[in-house]
């Protein structure tokens, strides 16, 4: 009786995933470089708004089989928001109740989201508070964890299967460079960055994957010191990536090198992107691109040709109250100026190197 439920669940998301199309790679016009080619996954574009559909996918397919989820489970997760937002839809899908346990920064918009879909948000004074608060839960409830900062990186079909690594690399097929140099990702779970890496060592690619991390996040500290331990309290300002814990969904022997960008260096970039795409991203993008950018900068020193991909994340819509507010910009970001005058003169000399804001 359960079963046919649970092949019924897994009917529904599969029929929705045949109705999806996949996100498009935009390829950067930027006259400065010379043979270096910047390209965005554009992820924003899934029903849900962000990369996280992909997750929230994969979360209940795992669950589903795993007999994690049955009918009239609860679905709790711990999220930063993104990830609440896809799986609301998904619960919706399957006639689920969901909750999602938040740190009440949370941006608005993302809470009107879920509780769009039907979630209902369950809100800590802090992001570290989030993990213990969704197992209590759980626990009272007899609802299901979903917890994607563990099963992220284990849910996703690493080798292929229309993941995101497959879809980047034949998208770039027909490019004038089509084996990227440089992946660039910035770490949530570490979900996307496993992925990604994993892909390229399995199809025996020669790219390589570079993880931008952002101020408040442990990934940096416990990649270039392998202490697993390291925790930082305070919560990141660029939602959506940087952790104050190691998630056990970041691998680190995938990735080939890491980059610390400073916070109003993504949002100096999702300015300067604005104006070259004429769309608001999310700032985890603006992560993204100044690490690829400095990647492209190195590049182009060396005198090398190549490609770079890196991901648009989410929307900037989601973030109107946050980052494009520029009183949220004074109290919580201040000064940016340095890295928009650093982004114009990349424009005129092809140059761009890592330099703190004075
Ligand atoms: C989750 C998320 C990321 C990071 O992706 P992971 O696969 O979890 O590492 C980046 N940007 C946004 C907006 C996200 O929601």
Not at 24 to 41: A, C, S, V, W
Not at 164 to 169: K, L, M, P, V
Not at 180 to 205: D, F, K, N
Request: charged fraction near 20%.
């Amino acid at each position: 009786m359960d079963a046919s439920w649970v092949n019924q669940a897994i009917d529904k998301i599969e029929a929705d995933f045949q109705r999806s199309a996949d996100t498009h790679l935009i390829k950067l016009e930027l006259p400065f470089l010379n043979g270096i080619d910047i390209y965005l996954k554009d992820e924003s574009t899934h029903p849900t708004g962000s990369l996280k559909h992909r997750l929230a996918r994969s979360l209940f397919l795992y669950a589903l089989c795993n007999g994690w989820i049955k009918e009239g489970t609860t679905v709790i997760e711990s999220s930063s928001g993104s990830t609440a937002v896809s799986e609301a839809y998904f619960a919706r899908l399957l006639g689920l109740p969901f909750i999602a346990v938040m740190p009440k920064s949370t941006a608005k918009r993302k809470i009107q989201q879920i509780e769009f879909y039907g979630g209902k948000c369950h809100f800590v004074d802090h992001s570290s508070e989030i993990y213990a608060e969704s197992e209590r839960l759980a626990k009272t409830l007899g609802g299901h964890y979903m917890d994607q900062f563990t099963y992220a990186e284990r849910a996703t079909d690493w080798r292929g299967n229309n993941n995101i690594a497959n879809s980047i690399f034949s998208q770039m097929q027909r490019e004038p460079f089509p084996t990227p140099e440089w992946v660039v990702m910035s770490p949530g779970t570490g979900g996307t960055s496993a992925t990604i890496g994993r892909y390229i060592r399995y199809q025996r690619l020669s790219s390589k994957l570079c993880v931008v991390d952002p101020e408040n996040s442990v990934f940096y500290d416990y990649y270039t010191t392998g202490n697993a331990t390291i925790s930082c309290n305070k919560g990141s300002r660029i939602e959506g990536i940087g952790r104050p814990r190691v998630e056990p969904s970041f691998i680190p022997g995938v990735v080939d090198h890491m980059i610390k960008v400073p916070d109003a260096a993504s949002i100096a970039t999702i300015n300067w992107l604005e104006k070259l795409i004429g769309r608001k991203t999310g700032p985890s993008t603006g992560t993204n691109l100044f690490g690829a950018l400095l990647l492209a900068a190195e590049m182009q020193k060396a005198g090398q040709q190549g490609s770079i991909v890196t991901l648009i994340c989410d929307p900037g819509e989601r973030y109107l109250d946050t980052c494009y507010n520029p009183d949220w910009i004074a109290a919580k970001i201040g000064c940016y100026r340095h890295y928009s005058e650093q982004l114009e003169q990349m424009e005129r000399t092809g140059a761009l190197t890592l330099t703190q804001c004075s």
